[in-house]
């Protein structure tokens, strides 16, 4: 019983918790060895039962605290078991659309009852060999070895967890480039691909084993989940009284985003430019009370690679930039690209919109497109201290910020036929840059 509760139960929790990163194989070894101490533990128990019944004509006893807690530990393991299975096979097998908090509750019950077993049966097994041999040197020699033994092992790989989950992977630069075209041609196709800043993932294998359920992979397939993956938005439970609770990935999620890449999506082949950069106050435009226009400027001052004062066409409409303050540096949020609401080309595209004698009389050079060193975003203040966007609110001019960009599918409309926008608060940006466009072709 000591190898079952002890070096399987280690080897669950070890590969569970430490090497969750491990996806392919991990689900197997958790339930093989979760399976195997339920079996052991429960074909001791029956052993120990009969054998009972034979010498003292009872079925179990619980006459003394050992047998009492060995019966205990075995209906515990039933229970661990049980809620394993059927959090396995709901998550895996069941539908819960819109549901996965109840998926996610399945599972918290099981963890939970886990975490009673395991702790529980090294108190067992500590107070079992006490029992056998006494309450000798030797024994209590023994059984505290082991016991601070596995606590200290515990303790190295808990450190090792802490400093990984400090870290902040590199994202793979694949060889391979994928253009918006055949994204969609391969997502129609049935192939499960989703994007994640300027990566493509194939996510057909590792849906099933999702540590957050199936429905949320399986409805974001096609999309770009970046939002999501920092803890941005929730794509479930929104319609509470308060804001559901989003997840932040950790450094685990990267390395296994990195084990699913296949491709760069729509970028150079170095991928998106990741610049050191600082607001220049002196260029914000105040849009309402809550709301301003923000120019992020490179810290050196160089044009990087798509940084665009203006982006023509619809090739980049509503692609985003992903911004971080590194006061912060964990909190990582996503800015789409709105050209327009920069406060000169804004201006200047309302002056001739009023006017349509003084269209022909439209700047042109607002509508340079050539690399630049800046980026103009709209941003609104939701006064959440430990957000993001009051960092920009705070107007600290010592404040350092890396951004990197411009990444995700955009809206990539057809030039023809007709589309229905959705615009509802800070979200009718997205379709600004659109009415831009119009307006420009409008006027020639």
């Known amino acids: 019983m000591w190898f079952m509760w002890v070096a399987l139960m280690m080897t669950i929790v070890v590969t569970v918790r430490y090497y969750k990163h491990y996806w392919r194989r991990l689900i197997w070894v958790h339930v093989i060895t979760g399976t195997l101490i339920m079996l052991v533990t429960t074909a001791a128990a029956l052993m120990a039962w009969i054998r009972l019944k034979k010498r003292a004509g009872h079925f179990m006893n619980f006459s003394d605290w050992p047998s009492l807690l060995e019966n205990v530990a075995t209906y515990i393991a039933w ?16 539908k819960y659309e819109w549901g996965t908090l109840r998926m996610q509750k399945i599972m918290d019950f099981h963890k939970l009852v886990a975490r009673i077993f395991v702790i529980g049966v090294q108190g067992l097994i500590t107070m079992a060999i006490m029992d056998n041999f006494g309450f000798t040197r030797a024994s209590i020699f023994v059984a505290s070895f082991q016991l601070f033994s596995l606590i200290l092992i515990f303790v190295l790989f808990e450190i090792r967890h802490q400093n990984i989950l400090k870290q902040r992977e590199p994202y793979v630069k694949c060889a391979v480039m994928m253009d918006l075209e055949e994204f969609e041609r391969r997502v129609r196709g049935g192939e499960m691909l989703m994007i994640l800043d300027d990566l493509v993932l194939d996510v057909g294998e590792f849906y099933l084993k999702h540590p957050g359920g199936k429905f949320v992979i399986e409805h974001t397939v096609g999309t770009d989940i970046a939002k999501f ?11 509470g ?19 699913l890449a296949i491709a760069r999506f729509d970028c150079q082949r170095d991928g998106s430019e990741e610049s050191w950069c600082r607001l220049r106050f002196d ?15 490179t810290a050196d001052r160089k044009p990087r690679y ?27 949020r996503h800015y789409t690209t709105c050209n327009a609401m920069r406060a000169p080309f804004y201006n200047e595209l309302v002056r001739c919109l009023r006017d349509a004698s003084v269209s022909d009389t439209f700047d042109k050079s607002l509508l340079d497109d050539k690399d630049n060193n800046s980026m103009v975003f709209t941003i609104k203040n939701y006064k959440q201290v430990k957000g993001l966007s009051y960092k920009f609110f705070e107007n600290d001019q010592r404040a350092e910020y890396q951004m990197k960009g411009p990444m995700g599918k955009g809206l990539a409309p057809s030039a023809r036929g007709i589309h229905i926008a959705f615009a509802a608060g800070t979200g009718a940006l997205c379709f600004v840059d659109i009415m831009a466009h119009i307006a420009l072709a409008v006027m020639g």
């Open 283 to 297: 260029l914000d435009n105040s849009v309402n009370k809550l709301t301003r226009t923000f120019t992020m400027e």
């Open 79 to 94: 229970l661990v078991s049980i809620t394993g299975l059927v959090g396995f096979f709901y998550r895996y097998c069941g």
């Open 306 to 332: 798509n940084y665009k004062q203006y982006y023509p066409g619809l090739k980049y409409l509503t692609k985003h930039f992903w911004i971080r303050n590194m006061s912060q540096p964990d909190v990582i």
């Open 241 to 259: 009284k308060t804001p559901a609770k989003t997840w932040t990935h950790t450094n685990y999620a990267r390395m296994i985003a990195n084990d």
């Open 229 to 239: 993956f920092y803890g941005g938005y929730c794509l479930e439970d929104n319609g």
